[in-house]
């Protein structure tokens, strides 16, 4: 039952992150949201400074951090919301969840069966390119019906 509540929590967040894959948002300007949309709306940085109910400096250095990706996420979302905007935040993988966990796998499997394909090669006993191939797949599967977790853990 857990697995299959796991599974089901891995598809719906790749299901909703595919959403922000596929969203091509704009890249951040290199002065910062904060800066390009005060001056868009032609706000000078005392007026933002003084809605912020901080000093100029500290407003400047502000937009300043998150162009320079520094700032932090409660410092963004208070700017944000005196510019009339929401702040949207996500990690967005560069390919599916799903694919990440097959591609471990297949990595994990791919060392482990080096390992053995070495050993059996020294013994004599090397089989063909398609059967470690074969035997890899099936590892790798074995390994996603395992704990993910161990997917993770370095080899010792």
Known sequence: MKSNFSDLKLRQLDTALTRWRSANLPPRPASGWIKAIREALGMSAAELARRLEVSVPTATRMELSEAEDRISLSTLRRAAELLGC??????????????????????????????????????????SRETVEAQTRSQAENLLKGSRRALWREAK
């Open 86 to 127: 929401e702040l949207q935040y996500a990690l967005v993988p560069k390919q599916s969840l799903t694919d990440t966990l097959e591609n471990r796998a297949l990595t994990l499997a791919r060392q482990q069966m080096a390992a053995v394909s070495h050993t059996m090669a020294l013994e004599a006993q090397a089989t």
